[in-house]
Every structure is written in structure tokens, then in C-alpha cells.
């Protein structure tokens, strides 16, 4: 054969590679109650295939711890926003009251009433207009 004929891959290899599966050795007699006890104690990480998945672990544990200051981020974020809003509603009533309190003590006849305690009495005279001529 020469240097540019093809290699055929084995295929038993190839099979292997394809069902690749990690698996962490158990004792044969294992059943749900070992197997707690096996995660509970801690034993499960002495074991060859355990430090395999370590960095898996931990990044689902970071997923984990993410998700849940997201969560409290959320909630917090929305209390804030109802107070907030209560506070808004709140202020937009104290501006109407006194917005129409204003119009109310601007009127001519409170600004007469007004005035009148201090000795000052409305005009009767109607005001007069002065038209000044330019010489342009």
C-alpha cells in the first residue's frame, strides 16, 4: 500500500466513542436507601469517576446560586416598583388638592375677602385705557 491509501477506522473503537457514557462505579447491592446514604456520606466522590464530574457539579451549583439571586433580585425589584407606585398615586392626589386649593384662594372674590381684614377695598371704578401716540 502506499502513503495515500486510506485507513479504515476500526469499528469497535468507533462504536465505544459514540456509547461513551460517564459512569460512576456502585457496589452491585446497591439500591435507592444505599445510594443515599452513598451521596449523604460523601463516599461517592472517592471514587475514580467522581472527579470527573466535579467541575459539572460545580457549574450547576453556580447555575443554581444564580438563579436564585435572580429570583430575590426580582421580588425585590417589584416591592420597590409597588412602592413606588403607591408613593406616585399618592403624590398625584396631594397635587389635584392642591392645585384646586390654589384655584380657589385665586379667585377675585377670596382675594376681595382677603384684602378687605386688612382695610383694602376692591375698585369700583372700571380701569381706564391710556393710548400713548408715538411721532414716528
Not at 17 to 37: H, Q, T, V
Not at 84 to 107: D, V
Request: proline share 4%.
Amino acid at each position: 500500500m502506499g502513503k495515500n491509501s486510506l485507513k479504515v477506522p476500526d469499528i469497535k473503537k468507533v462504536k465505544e466513542k459514540r456509547n461513551f457514557r460517564l459512569r460512576i462505579p456502585m457496589p452491585k447491592d446497591s439500591n435507592a436507601g444505599n445510594l443515599m446514604d452513598i451521596i449523604l456520606n460523601g463516599t461517592f466522590l472517592t471514587r475514580k469517576g467522581a472527579l470527573k464530574l466535579l467541575p459539572l457539579l460545580l457549574f450547576i451549583s453556580l447555575l443554581g446560586i444564580i438563579y436564585i439571586a435572580n429570583n430575590y433580585w426580582a421580588i425585590k425589584s417589584f416591592r420597590e416598583i409597588s412602592k413606588l407606585k403607591g408613593e406616585l398615586k399618592e403624590l398625584r392626589f396631594e397635587h389635584i388638592t392642591t392645585k384646586s386649593e390654589f384655584m380657589y384662594s385665586s379667585k377675585q372674590s377670596e382675594v376681595a375677602r382677603k384684602l378687605d381684614s386688612l382695610g383694602i377695598k376692591e375698585s369700583t371704578v372700571p380701569p381706564q385705557k391710556f393710548i400713548i401716540k408715538s411721532n414716528n
